[in-house]
Nanobody, 123 residues
């Protein structure tokens, strides 16, 4: 069974940092494009960042550019999202998702999803 598991979410103060991880079980991540999405209460799910199979192509939402960095370690079957200079508006449940194909920031393009990890930015 293909499964994605996110971890690393926490409560952090504004200006702080977190690193989210997305681990795969039941399949090899290194043949899939991976993206991070987030959903805040009362809001639609939005694309945060995506990365190509070999990591050569990445994309970011304007709201996180310069603060977040996506990376992958195919040997460890894991994708990461390093989040720096966190703001209260970054508070959301963060999901990773996988697809076969080019990186996109559209949730409907992704076939496999994790259960999410909560990130709360508050003083």
């Amino acid at each position: 069974q293909l499964q994605l598991v996110e971890s690393g979410g926490d409560l952090v103060q504004p200006g702080g940092s977190l690193r989210l991880s997305c681990a795969a079980s039941g399949f090899t991540l290194n043949t899939y494009t991976i993206a991070w999405f987030r959903q805040a209460p009362g809001k639609e799910r939005e694309g945060v960042s995506c990365i190509s199979v070999r990591g050569g192509r990445t994309n970011y939402a304007d709201s996180v550019k310069g603060r977040f960095t996506i990376s992958r370690d195919n040997a460890k079957n894991t994708v990461f999202l390093q989040m720096n200079s966190l703001k209260p508006e970054d508070t959301a449940v963060y999901y990773c998702a996988a697809r076969s194909g080019i990186p996109t920031m559209w949730a409907m393009d992704y076939n496999y999803w994790g259960q999410g990890t909560q990130v709360t930015v508050s003083s």
